[in-house]
């Protein structure tokens, strides 16, 4: 799998790592981010279906 470098607000960081560890949503961060991407994908196809470009 590819891996990917980016930067992200502290604030925004620290939001999402609430989501992440034991009991919770997530079981790291990056796996947030990846679940994060595939439903923002999954809304962009919609909106593209939408507008006919699909």
């Given at each position: 799998m590819p891996k990917i470098s980016l930067d992200i607000p502290?604030?925004?960081l620290s939001d999402l790592k609430?989501?992440?560890g034991d009991k919770k949503k997530f079981i790291s961060v990056a796996d947030a981010v990846r679940t994060a991407c595939r439903?923002?994908?999954d809304q962009l196809d919609t909106i593209d279906e939408f507008h006919g470009r699909r």
């Open positions: 502290s604030e925004l609430t989501h992440v439903k923002m994908l």
